[in-house]
């Protein structure tokens, strides 16, 4: 069905992937905590500073842009997980075949660790857009309804 050369070609492209996707993991991870401090600070100020000067469109914006960076988190990361979790499983089963269990061990470990770190990234990315969605939908329901008030 596929010559040995594809087949070769395709495992070490894949064989390939396994450091960037765990960079790009940790790299989502430090997002996920740079994100949390800024959710923090939107959360205690930032918002109401922003819904407080009366631009509408500045506000919808920032919340626009924030709850995108969210979302990304929300969707790569657990993907990433879910690649760092494939590509050692590979070669773990055949080190499995071989009877190499030491090999087979930390192909495990390794795809166990990556699916919780892309999870944990995830996760964060889920919670952070949900509040800020919340958040910034009370921001411009108050902008509103002060706006309301003003000319009513």
Request: a positive charge; aromatic letters at 8%; zero cysteines.
């Amino acid at each position: 069905m596929f010559s040995g050369i594809s087949l070769g070609i395709m495992h070490q492209i894949t064989s390939l992937l396994l450091t960037p996707v765990i960079w790009a993991l940790l790299f989502f991870v430090g997002l996920a905590i740079y994100e949390i401090g800024i959710s923090i600070s939107e959360r205690f100020g930032g918002i109401a500073r922003l819904r407080d000067t009366g631009n509408r469109e500045a506000l919808l914006h920032a919340g626009k842009r924030r709850i995108e960076r969210a979302d990304f988190l929300t969707r790569l990361a657990p993907m990433l997980g879910l690649m760092g979790t494939l590509i050692p499983l590979g070669p773990g089963l055949a080190a499995l075949g071989d009877g190499e269990l030491r090999i087979l061990t930390t192909a495990m470990t390794v795809a166990f660790d990556t699916t919780v770190i892309g999870l944990l990234a995830g996760m964060i990315g889920f919670v952070l857009g949900r509040l800020r969605r919340r958040w910034y939908d009370q921001a411009i329901h108050q902008l509103n309804s002060t706006e309301i008030g003003q000319h009513g």
